[in-house]
T-cell receptor, first 113, second 111 residues
């Protein structure tokens, strides 16, 4: 089983709709969670961190469910510019290794006019 | 915008050539990383460094080597490139353990 699993999509969503996708992680010792955004043929950029209490940044809401070991990302009132691949990133720092970051394959989102 | 740079952005070379991919950051970050990413696939960590004279291999085995003589510079070298090395190579840096800032990447094609 992969450490971080995401539905690769693509998710084809009309502009203005709400879209949500999940990411599951296998390491119960995971401590930090993030969503990164990667545009086609570009580098990943941090979209938001995911806190235990959940957090919201404008149209984006991230939730963490430790019991079921998944995080979610909700995008409201989707824009054409939201089209990208969304990477789920999990950190399970065990005192060794490069901060223990593990990247998912990403979920490809296409917002259609 | 993050101040992390990679050169060249695109490189097409023949088998057996020695190449060095450059990565520099001006943020004073101690931690730097090299990832390899194939199209549609996840990032795989191949090297990392926690500071000057510190280098470690990542999760994905790679024939490349790295050096960290200066804080701002973290070059990656392939002594003898092969077609199997064709991929995108992304350099990143971070101040703490959380957010990593990525460079624009080098797309390498080995013929």
């Amino acid at each position: 089983r992969k450490e971080v699993e995401q539905d690769p999509g693509p998710f084809n969503v009309p502009e203005g709709a709400t879209v949500a996708f999940n990411c599951t992680y296998s390491n119960s010792a995971s401590q930090s969670f993030f969503w990164y955004r990667q545009d086609c043929r570009k580098e990943p950029k941090l979209l938001m961190s995911v806190y235990s209490s959940g957090n919201e940044d404008g149209r984006f809401t991230a939730q963490l469910n430790r019991a079921s070991q998944y995080i979610s990302l909700l995008i409201r009132d989707s824009k054409l510019s939201d089209s990208a691949t969304y990477l789920c990133v999990v950190r399970a720092y065990s005192g060794g290794g490069a901060d223990g970051l593990t990247f998912g394959k990403g979920t490809h989102l296409i917002i259609q006019p | 915008e993050a101040d992390i740079y990679q050169t060249p952005r695109y490189l097409v070379i023949g088998t057996g050539k020695k190449i060095t991919l450059e990565c520099s950051q001006t943020m004073g970050h101690d931690k730097m990383y090299w990832y390899q990413q194939d199209p549609g696939m996840e990032l795989h960590l191949i090297h990392y460094s926690y500071g000057v004279n510190s280098t470690e291999k990542g999760d994905l085995s790679s024939e490349s080597t790295v050096s960290r003589i200066r804080t701002e510079h973290f070059p990656l070298t392939l002594e003898s490139a092969r077609p199997s090395h064709t991929s995108q190579y992304l350099c990143a840096s971070s101040l703490w353990a959380d957010e990593q800032f990525f460079g624009p990447g080098t797309r390498l094609t080995v013929l």
